[in-house]
């Protein structure tokens, strides 16, 4: 058997209060994005239909991009530091999932965040 990860990353500095986890919930299902903030303590959710992560011990890596381009995902994440890159366009992505949640663009990045601290853990079963 095979143990599921995921890789959770944490703000800090700048980044402070931002929260993502790369996960697949369900082993034949697509991964997905989830975020939140201080501001939004819900969970915004991405499928990353097709996407392929590396995931090790304490690595990571994943360069996603859709068909359309409304969602964008490039992470990387050593021991030595981590980087993550986040675009996500609800104006359009929504026409491709209608359950699309608005606050999508909260995910945004704005450019490679490297004021992370990420790190690879199991998925709580």
């Known amino acids: ?11 800090r500095g700048p980044a402070d209060g931002r929260e993502y986890v790369l996960d697949r919930p369900v ?3 697509p ?4 975020y939140r903030d201080r501001e939004h303590k819900e ?7 097709g996407a392929v992560p590396d995931i090790g011990d304490a690595t990571a890596t994943l360069r996603y991009r859709n068909a359309n381009g409304g969602r964008q995902v490039e992470l990387e ?13 609800y104006g359009l992505d929504v026409n491709i999932d209608p ?8 995910m945004n990045t704005g450019g490679p965040l490297t004021t992370l ?4 853990e199991p998925v709580n079963p």
Do not use: E, F, K, N
Not at 1 to 11: E, K, P, R, Y
Not at 31 to 34: D, T
Not at 43 to 49: D, G, K, N, S, Y
Not at 117 to 120: H, I, L, Y
């Open 117 to 120: 601290q990420c790190r690879v």
């Open 43 to 49: 969970w915004i959710r991405v499928t990353l239909a």
């Open 1 to 11: 058997m095979t143990l599921a990860l995921q890789v959770v990353c944490t703000g």
């Open 99 to 106: 359950d699309l949640d608005p606050d999508v663009d909260r």
């Open 31 to 34: 991964w997905r994005l989830s």
């Open 77 to 89: 994440v050593t021991p030595s530091g981590s980087r993550l890159d986040v675009y996500v366009d």
């Open 27 to 29: 082993a034949d299902r």
